[in-house]
């Protein structure tokens, strides 16, 4: 390889160095130009959150003066718009001032028009409403000018402390366009402000009409959801890449989202230009130095060569005084240098010596000036004779040395330790360490540490002075972590070992003492199988999956060898190329007693469930099928003594079955729901035709208790079960009607996103915060102690609670005692359905006989009742007690029934589907039939259903029992 060759390749590879410190200078500048933007970012954030704040609280104080004035106001609306409008002239950034009572009704505003208007409906006015003393709104456009404003809200109370209604204030929502027209962002910033719900309220710059009113994109909606305040790098609204600082709704002014954004390429624009250019001056340099090498190896490498081999061709012809004068080395200058150096070498190496003596003594003068070290040479009297810069600096602030006695420049409390060390230095001739503190101080603190060697040089010594205080520091720093370590090691409660691959225990700490009973000294180098017979890691498990930090159950051995359930946590480490493990374990001896005992008292109570379940079930029959007779009995005897005398007191008796079917129905209920059977049959339903029918319903009974009883309209459709959701409404309004004395309750809708929740409210005495899920409870009833019938039987919210879980309803109470109760069950809203008309069914056959009803029950007395019923509404029947009896009396009589009523219980453990489907089976065709049971076991209930027939629950009532038959048999 050609000299020529290897210059260039030389400049190439000493260019390597400069791009990389280039490339990371470049990266460096990016990452603090990009630091820089973010605390910009987040300083814009922070003064316009304390002007949003300043304009918030401003809100807040109107709010808490027009509150103060508004009973007053209250009185005469006329003169309360004037004063409202006045305050709203002294304040130009709000837009309008309101009044609202209860109800959600403006009782006046700074504008008279809104007078009389419902505004309950607002979000922030429902807020302030349910309590909430300072409610900032949502984006929203005034009615009467188009305007956006941000409105704000709070309650206020009258002359006795209620809360009497709401005062809400409207910003106009441009007052932040206005700031920063006197307080401009940088070039290219972006600053948004949105409500809770992610509307944007103002954006600059940018016109209203660009973004102003709608949602923020999902990017800024993560971060108005996020928990705390930050700064991210997401694209604005204009779709740019910008560095973002953002407060969530929950920092500083809750409910507003607040975000100021630069523009990334501005804020590295300089940056990136200072990159370019130390790029661009890089490359240039590169190629100027190529360039040089190039023209330098022509100009003092291939002309020295032609001449050296000129001065060995004059050499050769006998010239003895030609000489090369270079030193040699292995290329092919050397190798002719060599050749001529050989003959010159005594006279060479002389001059060479000397050369080398003077460079030597240049070069040490240098290094020595240029040391980070202070280098001091002192004579046999202390005195300086050099002295490096450092030195200088250091012993005589920056002034020349020499000549000066070096102790006299010292601390006086370094200079006898300093100079007993120099005398026995120069006497002994062996080097002397140590180390002192210059500036004062105490032992770690107050001065800088110098790390001092002494080396004798004949009758000088040579002193040399190394900063060691970053040293120093270090190791305070290092023994106050391994005491911090060893404190908390040492205090911790439970047991945490150290153990390496191999399964060796290196640290035991006291609280390892405490659960095992081995002392450190016996623990420290056994195997960890000693303490935890199972190891650490399953052998079945691979190390990285459970040295995760996750807690699992282990078996510790005691060194009495009783066995100790802990937990353990275990997390892996390394250090260089050893691997170790920390686990920290936990006595969770009673933890697992404690879960014992709950597992037993969970067994208990379902036993006691099972028990309850079975006896109110055993119960329920045996009372049914007596009643269940006298319902039937009563139904005939009504119809017999029309007009007599005795006919009020059956209807007061039959009113008396009515109390005890309700109690009944609801212990099926109840069963019902346990059983599983009741399946939701999800369709669209209407809620106002839902509310008027109840409101013509319990009309007559809020009359007849002096309460008034209010529906407020609706148009809302919801996706639920119509017949179970109606018995909720149901249930609920029959528990408010009874539980109120004075006053009246209200049957209305309150609405949110995709869902709307039906609340029905009280004036009542209220509900304890303590009792409040007792009441959900059977048979559970507050302020009934004499367990008065008026009041219900304590069933009707226990079955609201099933009914609510069974359709996915979340139910919700808010009472206080004395302020009345509101329930209020969550629907999901739907789109409205065209209705879908029924036709009622036929009573007679269609050539205008009667119909025959075949019944079966092994009861006489129910035999006699139902059939007097169904005689008596124009039927024929035929009567049985058993299947094959019934089978019997078809074939005398010759005729195959319309309808078949049978029990479900039958004699010799018969059923009444097998008597069903022998009947069907002998008839050879489908007859509409329909069970009749008085079980309301949960296992009975689910027989029942799985049967396929018609089920019908006794006691039932004679109007339902005849309709049920009648559309049954015109089928």
Known sequence: MSILTRLVLLVLLASLPAIGILAHNSLTAIEAGERQAEAEAHRLLTLIQDEQQRVVDGMRGVLVTVAEMAPRLAIDPQQCSSTLNRLRDRLPRVKGIALTDLDGSVRCASDAKLNGLMV???????????????????????????????????PYTDAAGRMAGVVSIALDAGWLRDYLAEKPLPPNAML?????????????????EQRVGKPLPEPLMALLRAPSDGVAEVAGLDGEPRILAYAPVDQKVRELFLAVGLDRTEALRPVTAAAERSAFLLALAAALSLAAAWIGARLFVLRPVARLKRVVERWSAGDRDARIGRPGDRSEIGALGRAFDSMAQELQARELARDAAHAAEHRMAAILAASTDAVVELDHEGRVTFANDMAARLFGDGGDLVGHVFVALLPPGVVEPFAARFRDALDRGEPEEFEIRLGGGDEWSGGDWYAVRLFATGDRLAVYAQDVTRRKEDERAIRRAVERHRSLLETAADAILLVDANGTVHTYNRGAERIFGHRPADAVGADVRRLIPSGLVPESLGPDRLADGTAREVEGRRRDGLAVPLELSLSAWSDGGDRFFTAILRDITERKRTESALR??????????????RFLAAASHDLRQPVQSLFFLTSALSEQTQGGPGHGTLKTMQQALEALKRLLDGLLDISKLDAGVVEPVTTTVAIQPLFDRLAAEYAAEAARRGLTLRVVPTTLHARSDPMLLERVIRNLLDNALRYTERGGVLLGVRRSRRRFHIAVCDSGSGIPPDRQEDIFEEFTQLGNPERDREKGLGLGLAIVRRLCALLGHPIALRSRP???????????????LRPVTTVPAVGR???GGCRLVLIIDDEVIILMGLRAMLEGWGYEVIAATAGDEAIRLLDEAGRRPDVILADYRLRNGKTGPEALRAIHAHCRTSIPSIILTGDTAPERIVEAQRSGFAILHKPVSSHHLKQVVAEAGGR
Not at 129 to 135: D, E, K
Not at 142 to 149: K, N
Not at 818 to 832: D, I, K, N, R
């Open 600 to 613: 037993r008292a969970k067994d208990q109570a379902e036993r006691a469930n099972r028990a309850k379940s």
């Open 845 to 847: 056959t269609e050539g």
């Open 192 to 208: 948004v402000l949105a409500d809770r719900n992610g509307t944007v309220l103002g954006r600059f710059p940018g016109s209203d």
């Open 818 to 832: 004395g302020s009345g109760s509101t329930f209020l069950v969550t629907v999901p809203a739907a789109e409205p």
């Open 120 to 154: 309950a409906a607002l979000p922030h006015i429902r807020m302030a409403l349910y309590g909430q003393s300072f409610v900032v709104g949502d984006y929203a456009v005034r009615r009467l000018d188009g305007r956006p404003v941000l409105p704000f809200a709070a």
